[in-house]
């Protein structure tokens, strides 16, 4: 009989997975051992189709970003939302437009700004003259895909509006409950540096993002690619080339999948061990919650679907750890003042706790 170990061996754990198609890094699937567990056969080729074209058709416009494109996928396939933060420039708000496009989806993008008002986002009840009924407006948030941008710039309120829909996909308003169409799939951004007039969002809704991904400037060798993409196309007319390859049932069926891909009990209790250190770590004056270790388990069955595998790896759960966990721990005051960040304690806690094998 044929222990699953002897699959994982294949993957080393020093390294991120990489998003390829399964035969670029293992046997054929008809020469594999069969495994000791049991469970069904899964359509990875499904999820791998998607993945690739999706990257294909966004990479038409988008240069590098990579790991963006990869966990805002991952995302969309276990139902969460992403927050992003980058300086202005760097394809934030571009790169949510083209996958909204490639995916065939509806898109809608809410500026968020100090006046704006809860209702500016769900919507409104309105009295009908012809009718004389009340009817309810929806809002910018009732679409597929969402981007809210600069997030941070709306008071708390506003932000309260987002608290409700995020969690349980659905808006209540006088009393009526109104359902969001799947997939439903918000993408908040802001700005780290420039903080005058913005508000801290509470912790309660940054507990609600599957992920926070921290971008960077391109690399120099990106920066060059740019300018020699579009040194002819200063309206950047080739977003007019992302094709919709991909459609809300190609989402669904996906989210299936995922949902099957096997992890293992010793798994389980790696992921519990790395949140419950969280709530008992020196370094931290915030640990973080139940929701956050659901997240990282979603969060690696994603990744490894999306590398044509069936079973997740600790390699999958170190990959996801960062992102969902930087926007739910909160630092000591005396770490903060030593210039450590969330992500050094994530990694130190990683480091710390033993790898099942």
Same mark, same amino acid.
């Given at each position: 009989m044929h222990d699953e170990t002897n699959d994982q061996?294949?993957?080393? *754990?020093?390294?991120?997975?990489?998003?390829?198609?399964?035969? &670029?890094?293992?046997?054929?699937?008809?020469?594999?051992?069969?495994?000791?567990?049991?469970?069904? @056969?899964?359509?990875?080729?499904?999820?791998?189709?998607?993945?690739?074209?999706?990257?294909?058709?966004?990479?038409?416009?988008?240069?590098?970003?990579?790991? %963006?494109?990869?966990? *805002?996928?991952?995302?969309?396939?276990?139902?969460?939302?992403?927050?992003?933060?980058?300086?202005?420039?760097?394809?934030?708000?571009?790169?949510?437009?083209? &996958?909204?496009?490639?995916?065939?989806?509806?898109?809608?993008?809410?500026?968020? !700004?100090?006046? &704006?008002?809860?209702?500016?986002?769900?919507?409104?009840?309105?009295?009908?003259?012809?009718? =004389?009924?009340?009817?309810?407006?929806?809002?910018?948030?009732?679409?597929?895909?969402?981007?809210?941008? $600069?997030?941070?710039?709306?008071?708390?309120?506003?932000?309260?509006?987002?608290?409700?829909? %995020?969690?349980?996909?659905?808006? @209540?308003?006088?009393?009526?409950?109104?359902?969001?169409?799947?997939?439903?799939?918000?993408?908040? !951004?802001?700005?780290?540096?420039? +903080?005058?007039?913005?508000?801290?969002?509470? $912790?309660?809704?940054?507990?609600?993002?599957?992920?926070?991904?921290?971008?960077?400037?391109?690399?120099?060798?990106?920066?060059? +690619?740019?300018?020699?993409?579009?040194?002819?196309?200063?309206?950047?007319?080739?977003?007019?080339?992302?094709?919709?390859?991909?459609?809300?049932?190609?989402?669904?069926?996906?989210?299936?999948?995922?949902?099957?891909?096997?992890?293992?009990?010793? &798994?389980?209790?790696?992921?519990?061990?790395?949140?419950?250190?969280?709530?008992?770590?020196?370094?931290?004056?915030?640990?973080?919650?139940?929701?956050? =270790?659901?997240?990282?388990?979603?969060?690696?069955?994603?990744?490894?679907?999306?590398?044509?595998?069936?079973?997740? !790896?600790?390699?999958?759960?170190?990959?996801?750890?960062?992102?969902?966990?930087?926007?739910?721990?909160?630092?000591?005051? $005396?770490?903060? %003042?030593?210039?450590?960040?969330?992500?050094?304690?994530? %990694?130190?806690?990683?480091?710390?706790?033993?790898?099942?094998?």
């Amino acid at each position: 009989m044929h222990d699953e170990t002897n699959d994982q061996e294949r993957f080393d *754990l020093d390294k991120k997975p990489e998003f390829v198609r399964p035969e &670029l890094n293992t046997p054929p699937i008809n020469s594999t051992p069969a495994r000791s567990w049991d469970r069904p @056969t899964l359509d990875l080729k499904k999820v791998t189709d998607v993945v690739d074209k999706i990257k294909s058709e966004v990479a038409k416009v988008i240069i590098g970003q990579t790991e %963006m494109v990869d966990l *805002l996928m991952a995302a969309m396939f276990t139902g969460g939302h992403v927050l992003v933060e980058g300086v202005p420039g760097i394809a934030k708000t571009l790169t949510s437009k083209l &996958l909204a496009q490639a995916f065939h989806v509806d898109y809608s993008r809410i500026q968020f !700004t100090p006046d &704006l008002m809860p209702t500016d986002v769900v919507g409104t009840t309105m009295y009908n003259l012809k009718t =004389s009924e009340f009817t309810f407006n929806k809002g910018p948030i009732f679409s597929n895909i969402v981007l809210i941008d $600069e997030i941070n710039r709306a008071p708390a309120k506003t932000q309260s509006a987002l608290f409700e829909v %995020m969690e349980e996909y659905q808006v @209540t308003m006088d009393g009526e409950t109104y359902m969001m169409d799947q997939p439903f799939f918000v993408i908040a !951004t802001q700005n780290p540096i420039e +903080q005058e007039g913005t508000y801290k969002l509470p $912790e309660a809704q940054l507990d609600r993002f599957l992920f926070k991904i921290n971008l960077h400037y391109p690399n120099l060798e990106e920066e060059k +690619q740019i300018l020699h993409r579009f040194k002819s196309d200063f309206k950047m007319r080739q977003k007019e080339k992302v094709q919709p390859v991909c459609s809300a049932q190609d989402v669904k069926e996906c989210q299936e999948i995922i949902e099957k891909v096997h992890i293992k009990d010793e &798994l389980l209790d790696y992921i519990a061990a790395i949140i419950h250190n969280t709530r008992n770590n020196g370094d931290l004056f915030l640990g973080a919650s139940p929701r956050a =270790s659901l997240a990282i388990m979603k969060a690696s069955k994603a990744v490894a679907a999306m590398a044509g595998r069936d079973f997740v !790896t600790p390699d999958d759960i170190q990959y996801v750890a960062d992102p969902v966990l930087n926007h739910r721990i909160i630092l000591t005051p $005396e770490r903060e %003042m030593e210039g450590y960040g969330a992500n050094d304690v994530v %990694m130190d806690i990683i480091k710390k706790i033993e790898v099942p094998r």
